[in-house]
C-alpha cells in the first residue's frame, strides 16, 4: 500500500522505517525543512536503535521517500498517518492544534478520498473532531475521509522492537471497511511476514499480536488509560521505597515479590528519581484535565504526578546528607537522558538534577552516551565528558540519573581511584548497596539501606 507520514517526530520516523520494512511504499513529510533535508541526505535525526539500519535498507530498496512538500505526501498515499505533536499546554491539557492544521492540509491537498489515522496521541473524542474538522474544511472537494484512532505503545529506546513486537495493536473505527484496511496495513507484522532487525529475523515464538477492533473513543482512551497506570504504578513504589526508607526494608526485595503475583506483574515498579519523557508526564497531564472536562474526579492520578514532581525533591534530600554543603562541589552526573537508550531529554529527571545543582552552586561534570549535544545547546555551563570516567575524575559525588548499561557496569574500583571522595548517589538503584560499600564507598539509593 502507498502510506504518507505526516510528522517525522520519533513516532513518525519509526511508523515510517517499520512500515516500510513491511512492505509498503512510505511518503515522509515534516514542517521542518532541514530535518526532511537531513533524512533525504541520508541522516537520521533521533536517536533509537536500529531506526538509522531500518531507513537506509528502506532507502536502498526505494520504499521510502521524504518531501517537505505536505501536499505531494498528502496527494501519494492512500492512507495517511498523522504523527505530529500534542504538547501540554499550560493548564494540561493537549494542544491540538497540530493537528487541526494538517485536517486542513489534507483536505485542501487531496484529490481522492483517503483513511486518516491518528498515530498522535490525543485525548477521547480527537478523532470524533478530526472528522468533523475534514469534513467542514473539504465542503468544496467532496472528497470523503475516512478516520482511525491507531495508538502507539511504543517505549522510546526499544520503539522497533514494540512496533514489530506488539503485544495488541488497537485500532478505532468507525466501519468494517477501515477494519479491514487497518489489517491489510498490520498484515505484515501479525503474519510476522518481515525482516526482523532487532533479531535477525531469528525472533523468539511469542503469542502472535491481538488486532483489537474498537470505537475511536475507545481507543483514544486506551492509550491515555494505559499510559497513566504505567505511571500511577512507577509513583506507587516510589512510595514504597520511602516507605522503605522509614520502616528499614528493601524495595527491591519488596517489589519484586509483588512484581511475582501476575496480576501485578513486576514491570514499571522499578524506584528511583520517577518517570520523565514526552509521554507519560503530558498523557498524565491530558487525561486529568480530560476527566475534570467532563466531571470526573481523577484524584488518584493527580497524587501519582504529585508523588514524580516530589522526586527530585527527595534525590536531593539524599543529596545534601551527603555532601552537606554543595555549594562549590565538584559532582558528577551520570545520565541526562529521561531514560536509557534514547537522546530524548524531554521533561527528564536529570536535568532537573541538573538545574538544580547549578542553583546550589555545583561544578557540574557530566556524562551521557548519546544525549550531550541536545543538553549542550540548553545548558552550556556544564562540562561534558564522552567517557564517564573523565566525568567522575576530581568529582566529589557521583549522581546517577539515567539507567543506561554502560553505567550499570561501571567499574567503581577505577572511578573510585579517580574520584576525589567515594560517594555516590544512585537515582536509579543501579548497584548494589552491599558491593559498593565493599569497594569503600558511601552509598545512597531510593528505598534500600
Ligand atoms: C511510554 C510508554 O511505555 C509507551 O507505551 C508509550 O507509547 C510512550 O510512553 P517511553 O516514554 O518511551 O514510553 O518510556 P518508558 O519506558 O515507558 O519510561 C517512562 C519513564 O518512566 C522513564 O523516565 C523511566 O525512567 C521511568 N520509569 C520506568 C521508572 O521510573 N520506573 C519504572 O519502573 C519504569
Redesign the pocket.
Known amino acids: 500500500m502507498r502510506l504518507s507520514v505526516i510528522g517525522c517526530g520519533y ?1 513518525g520516523l519509526v511508523t515510517g522505517a517499520c512500515l516500510a520494512e513491511a512492505g509498503h511504499e512510505v511518503v515522509c513529510t515534516d514542517i521542518d525543512k532541514q530535518r526532511i533535508a537531513q533524512l533525504q541526505e541520508g541522516g537520521v535525526p533521533i536517536y533509537e536503535r536500529y531506526l538509522d539500519k531500518l531507513l537506509a535498507s528502506a532507502r536502498k530498496a526505494g520504499r521510502i521517500s521524504y518531501t517537505a512538500d505536505a501536499g505531494e505526501a498528502i496527494r501519494s498515499g492512500d492512507v495517511i498517518f498523522i504523527c505530529v505533536g500534542t504538547p501540554p499546554k499550560p493548564n494540561g491539557e493537549a494542544d491540538l492544534s497540530a493537528i487541526d492544521h494538517v485536517a486542513r492540509q489534507i483536505a485542501t491537498e487531496a484529490r481522492s478520498a483517503k483513511l486518516i489515522i491518528e498515530k498522535s ?1 490525543v485525548p477521547a473524542r480527537t478523532g470524533l473532531e478530526l472528522r468533523r474538522a475534514l469534513t467542514a474544511y473539504s465542503r468544496n472537494s467532496g472528497l470523503c475521509f475516512r478516520v482511525v484512532s491507531n ?9 522497533i522492537e ?1 512496533f514489530f513486537h506488539p503485544d495488541r495493536i488497537v485500532v478505532g473505527v468507525e466501519d468494517e471497511a477501515s477494519a479491514n484496511d487497518m489489517r491489510q496495513i498490520y498484515r505484515p507484522i501479525l503474519e510476522r511476514a518481515f525482516h526482523c532487525p532487532v533479531h535477525n529475523s531469528t525472533c523468539p515464538p511469542g503469542n502472535a499480536a491481538a488486532l483489537l477492533v474498537t470505537t475511536i473513543n475507545s481507543a483514544e482512551l486506551i ?1 491515555h488509560a ?2 497513566s497506570f ?2 500511577l ?2 509513583s506507587y ?2 512510595v514504597i521505597a520511602d516507605l522503605c526508607e522509614k520502616i528499614g526494608a528493601d524495595v527491591e526485595e519488596v517489589t519484586r515479590a509483588m512484581g511475582l503475583d501476575p496480576r501485578i506483574g513486576g ?14 508526564p503530558k ?1 498524565v497531564q491530558a487525561f486529568i484535565h480530560l476527566a475534570g472536562t467532563v466531571g470526573v474526579d481523577f484524584d488518584i492520578l493527580k497524587a501519582a504526578e504529585r508523588v514524580n514532581k516530589q522526586r527530585i525533591e527527595r534525590f536531593f534530600e539524599k543529596v545534601r546528607q551527603a555532601l552537606w554543603v554543595v555549594k562549590g562541589k565538584r559532582v558528577a552526573v551520570l545520565g541526562l537522558a ?3 537508550n ?1 537522546d ?1 531529554i524531554r ?3 536529570a536535568l532537573e538534577v541538573v538545574k538544580e545543582l547549578f542553583r546550589e552552586g555545583a561544578q557540574v561534570h557530566a556524562s551521557d552516551p548519546e544525549a550531550m549535544p541536545k543538553v549542550k545547546a540548553l545548558l552550556p555551563e556544564v562540562h561534558y565528558h564522552q567517557d564517564p570516567y573523565e566525568a567522575l575524575r576530581d568529582a566529589e559525588a557521583a549522581m546517577v540519573c ?2 543506561w548499561d554502560v553505567f550499570r557496569d561501571l567499574d567503581w574500583e577505577r572511578a573510585g581511584k579517580l574520584m576525589a571522595r567515594r560517594l555516590v548517589i544512585d537515582g ?1 538503584n543501579l548497584y548494589s548497596p552491599a558491593r559498593m560499600r565493599q569497594l569503600g564507598f558511601e552509598y545512597y539509593s531510593f528505598g534500600r539501606e
Open positions: 513516532v496521541t495508538p502507539e505503545f511504543l517505549r522510546e529506546g526499544t520503539a514494540d492509550k494505559s499510559n504505567l505511571a504504578k512507577i513504589a516510589n514491570q514499571f515498579l522499578r524506584a528511583g528519581l520517577g518517570f520523565g519523557g514526552f509521554c507519560f498523557d529521561f531514560k536509557g534514547t530524548d521533561f527528564s529527571p539515567t539507567e536509579r
